[in-house]
């Protein structure tokens, strides 16, 4: 059982370059999350999913795009990399309200946009 | 708007001193509250969940608390040792947000050998 994982871990780009973050869960989580995380403005919730084939906006969605075709899958995609998105990235999934939407988090995809 | 605060931003101790970290929250009608784990380069692991309903909740060493009338919660760590350093972030589920989190911006922890 691998929980949250997240691929890749590191990735530097260049300003206007793509780039899409993979993110797999193996515990059956209808609910997954993105995350971002900047020095002094803690985390932010880029894009939600609350079933595959469902996605919306979280509170940073400008310049990110998303994608939930399988159940177990959540990917972030990056269409004109710009600076202003160098951070940490997290994914994070939960069961529904059912079971208390406790979140489990991947390790981070850490991204420098230069 | 609904926030989340916590206080202090950073904390050392001593080891085996018994500690309590703040979060505070803007608005009671809240379904949980979580508490993480975070260590330096790392993902945010879940201590603790603390749904609307309840008081408290325990694991091992540690104590959470919820007061929603004054929009308070504690973590209690008893005798602090120092692989307990870690940044502890505190998260709120609002009621109507569907599964999401509002975090606070942690207190960073170190507790000297």
């Known amino acids: 059982n691998a929980g949250v994982t997240q691929t890749p871990k590191f990735r530097v780009l260049k300003t206007g370059q793509s780039m899409t973050l993979l993110c797999a869960q193996d515990?059956?989580?209808?609910?997954m999350y993105w995350y971002r995380q900047d020095p002094g403005m803690g985390l932010r919730l880029i894009h939600y999913?609350?079933?595959?084939?469902?996605?919306a906006k979280g509170e940073v969605p400008d310049g990110y795009n998303v994608s939930r075709l399988k159940k177990q899958n959540f990917l972030l995609g990056l269409e004109s990399a710009a600076p202003s998105q160098t951070s940490v990235y997290f994914c994070?999934?939960?069961?529904?309200?059912?079971?208390?939407?406790?979140?489990?988090f991947g390790p981070g995809t850490r991204l420098t946009v230069t | 708007k609904q926030e989340v605060t916590q206080i202090p931003a950073a904390l050392s101790v001593p080891e085996g001193e018994n500690l309590v970290l703040n979060c505070s929250f803007t608005?009671?009608?809240?379904?949980?509250l979580q508490w993480f784990r975070q260590d330096p380069g790392k993902g945010l692991t879940s201590l603790l969940l603390?749904?609307?309903?309840?008081r408290e909740q325990t694991s091992g060493r540690l104590n959470a608390s919820l007061d929603k009338s004054s929009g308070r919660s504690t973590l209690y760590i008893a005798a602090s040792q120092p692989g307990d350093s870690a940044t502890y972030l505190c998260?709120?589920?609002?009621?109507?947000?569907?599964?999401?989190?509002?975090f606070g911006q942690g207190t960073t922890l170190q507790v000297k050998p």
């Open positions: 994070a999934s939960s069961y529904d309200g059912t079971s208390g939407y406790e979140q489990y």
């Open positions: 608005d009671s009608a809240i379904y949980n």
């Open positions: 998260a709120v589920h609002f009621s109507g947000n569907t599964g999401k989190l509002i």
């Open positions: 515990m059956n989580h209808e609910y």
């Open positions: 603390i749904q609307s309903s309840q």
């Open positions: 999913s609350v079933g595959e084939g469902t996605t």
